[in-house]
T-cell receptor
Framework: AQSVTQPDIHITVSEGASLELRCNYSYGATPYLFWYVQSPGQGLQLLLKYFSGDTLVQGIKGFEAEFKRSQSSFNLRKPSVHWSDAAEYFCAVGPLNTDKLIFGTGTRLQVFP | KAGVTQTPRYLIKTRGQQVTLSCSPISGHRSVSWYQQTPGQGLQFLFEYFSETQRNKGNFPGRFSGRQFSNSRSEMNVSTLELGDSALYLC?????????????FGPGTRLTVL
């Protein structure tokens, strides 16, 4: 079955600290992987996506993610977190030929000054 | 360029009623998808429409239905509302169906069923 697991429900970091949000997936075919961010009262915004090629993907707002096929992981990283990064982050996987996305349960990021 | 708009933003209904939610995609986008977001189940895919045709359907009961019009605007309908239907309903649009096209999400319609 296709699924996405985000093991960390809630993460708290200090502003300026580095960040890594974990994502593991189960998918039968070549996965198309995404990270979205949702701020309170907002819809989802795409941070980055991986289809193929270079396994280190750069996104918006200084985020990057690394695809590791052997570990079925697609972890999101940021070297220095800003207070404005506080939000909920969702990892998702989807097939190539449709818009359907399977989301993880999300990780809520809290940033302390 | 205007983003995805959803109306209404907030809605309160009672059990047994029906509700219709509307989504206007970004101009030029032909694919619209709907998701339900709840604290317990997270984000779950409802439907995907492309050129007025339903391309994919999630695992929801028949009380949940949708449609897409020739101008790509989409509506979803929930009949015989249950308490568990309380959720944020998100709509997303993309230029064309398929993951090569970025999906843009609207702010959602928050439905409360009393």
């Amino acid at each position: 079955a296709q699924s996405v697991t985000q093991p960390d429900i809630h993460i708290t970091v200090s502003e300026g600290a580095s960040l890594e949000l974990r994502c593991n997936y189960s998918y039968g075919a070549t996965p198309y992987l995404f990270w979205y961010v949702q701020s309170p009262g907002q819809g989802l915004q795409l941070l980055l996506k991986y289809f193929s090629g270079d396994t280190l993907v750069q996104g918006i707002k200084g985020f990057e993610a690394e695809f590791k096929r052997s570990q079925s992981s697609f972890n999101l990283r940021k070297p220095s977190v800003h207070w404005s990064d506080a939000a909920e982050y969702f990892c998702a996987v989807g097939p190539l030929n449709t818009d359907k996305l399977i989301f993880g349960t999300g990780t809520r990021l809290q940033v302390f000054p | 360029k205007a983003g995805v708009t959803q109306t209404p933003r907030y809605l309160i209904k009672t059990r047994g009623q029906q509700v219709t939610l509307s989504c206007s995609p970004i101009s030029g986008h032909r694919s619209v998808s709907w998701y339900q977001q709840t604290p317990g189940q997270g984000l779950q895919f409802l439907f995907e429409y492309f050129s007025e045709t339903q391309r994919n359907k999630g695992n929801f009961p028949g009380r949940f239905s949708g449609r897409q019009f020739s101008n790509s605007r989409s509506e979803m309908n929930v009949s015989t509302l249950e308490l568990g239907d309380s959720a944020l309903y998100l709509c997303a649009s993309s230029l064309d169906s398929g993951q090569n096209n970025e999906q843009f999400f609207g702010p959602g319609t928050r439905l409360t069923v009393l």
